[in-house]
């Protein structure tokens, strides 16, 4: 199921071969994929949104702003957001918009904004297709990079037989399911990721824990999902939705993290320890409620302190496993990163720091520096956690390549 979880934009404008859409929507649904669909304002003369959004379970979009409640539909977030975006059938009109840049539509202005791979599937009538402006039209949009689904021969709407029909729901399905396969460089590894804070209960009502909101290692899982990899998610508390395709096992307190790696590393290739793990928890934890001393004093805690996960693990590995952990450093950042990577047997490590703007803990930006056992090191710039997700995993596949 290479397509489960992808995220595809569907752009369809206005051409009659509109009408295979929704056949092509379900399909891809049963893969398992995530749908939107942009129509142009033309197309809906010709597949009604209704039938769309039913078959996609999700809004058609067809403007910049939602009529009823004024919400502003992005294109660039979308643009962000897929992984793929197919504009199909992709009329004359719409092609020589797109290579001209002419954005009066939320197809195009998405088209422009988007910075995933972009498949053009063109349909209209033979004289039209052969028509000089529209092949310049393709090429152009074939030399920025945008894969061309060339239109078939065959009986065509207007009564005349040539090349100009849409390639058939079935096929274009295909096309994108080989082209997914290609880029699934993780295909069969196995990637164990821990994310978020562990939370290590003090009574029934309070605990300590830290301000880790899983956003860096979330990324890092929807990553390994797109590259392939079959990924288990060990998650401590936090706000956000399992990236599709995930297996999500949640937790609370490092004990329990620690037990739920166990179960999974050994069938592991992979490890990445992003979990702000907790270091100490309270000796014995208290099943009421601790009241207030009243004047009488203040009450002592009593810490022990936590199993160090990642060290336990690396105690353990099998030949292969690779163990990727992060560090945040208030000083002496590099030295200190460097001394965890070898104290707890891993292999790499990425060294977010506390001082810079924009990076660590909640943000949705981060900057890391990434460094391997061998020495090899890497600096990224400030980027969207996603971005650096793509960076570590681009890291890691450089470094298991050259140990
Ligand atoms: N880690 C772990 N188990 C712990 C503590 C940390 O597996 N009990 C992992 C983290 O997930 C991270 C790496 O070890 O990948 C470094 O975590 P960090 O908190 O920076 O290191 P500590 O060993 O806790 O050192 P200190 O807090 O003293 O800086």
């Known amino acids: 199921m290479v397509l489960k979880g992808k995220k595809i934009l569907i752009g369809i404008s206005g051409s009659i071969a509109a009408y295979k859409m929704p056949l092509l929507v379900r399909l891809l649904m049963k893969e398992g994929a995530e749908v939107q669909i942009i129509m142009t304002p033309a197309a809906r003369d010709f597949v009604t949104p209704l039938t769309l959004s039913t078959l996609s379970k999700r809004p ?7 009529p009823v409640d004024g919400t502003w539909n992005s294109h660039v977030d979308m643009g962000n957001w897929a992984d793929l975006m197919l504009v199909a059938p992709a009329s004359a009109t719409t092609l020589g918009k797109m290579a001209n840049g002419i954005a009066d539509n939320l197809l195009v202005t998405t088209y ?5 791979p972009v498949f053009i599937a063109p349909a209209m009538d033979l004289d039209m297709f052969q028509h000089p402006s529209t092949r310049q039209n393709i090429k152009t949009l074939q030399s920025y990079g945008n894969h061309l689904i060339a239109p078939r021969e065959g009986e065509l709407a207007s009564g005349l037989c040539g090349a100009g029909r849409l390639e058939e729901p079935e096929v274009i399905l295909e096309i994108l399911r080989d082209f ?3 880029i699934q460089s993780w295909a069969g590894k196995k990637v164990l990721i821990t994310a978020g804070p562990t939370v290590e209960p003090i009574d029934p009502v309070r605990y300590i824990s830290n301000h880790s909101s899983g956003k860096m290692g979330y990324a890092l899982a929807e990553e390994a999902i797109k590259r392939g990899a079959d990924v288990t998610l060990v998650s401590g508390p936090v706000s956000l939705p399992a990236p599709s395709g995930v297996t999500l096992i949640k937790v609370h307190t490092a004990q329990q ?9 050994d069938a592991s290739d992979l490890l990445i320890m992003a979990a702000a793990v907790a270091d100490y928890r309270v000796a014995a934890v208290s099943d009421h409620k601790i009241k207030k001393q009243g004047g009488a004093g203040t009450p002592a805690l009593d810490l022990v302190e ?3 996960i990642v060290k336990t693990l690396s105690a353990h590995r099998n030949d292969g ?15 200190n990163a460097q001394s965890k990577l070898m104290s707890k047997g ?7 720091s506390l001082n810079e703007q924009g990076a660590g803990f909640g943000t949705d930006t981060n900057k890391v520096t990434l460094i391997h056992r061998s020495g090899i090191s890497y600096t990224s710039g400030l980027e969207p956690k996603a971005g650096i997700a793509g960076r570590i995993l681009d890291f890691i596949e450089e470094t298991i390549v050259n140990p």
């Open 60 to 66: 058609v979009l067809t403007g910049p702003f939602n």
């Open 112 to 116: 422009l904004a988007a910075v995933c």
């Open 180 to 182: 997914f396969k290609g």
């Open 257 to 265: 993290m620690l037990e739920a790696c166990q179960k999974v590393f």
């Open 306 to 308: 936590n199993p160090d």
């Open 321 to 335: 496993q690779y163990i990727m952990g992060f560090a945040l450093e208030t000083d002496n950042e590099l030295a």
């Open 346 to 352: 891993m292999d790499a490590i990425a060294l977010n």
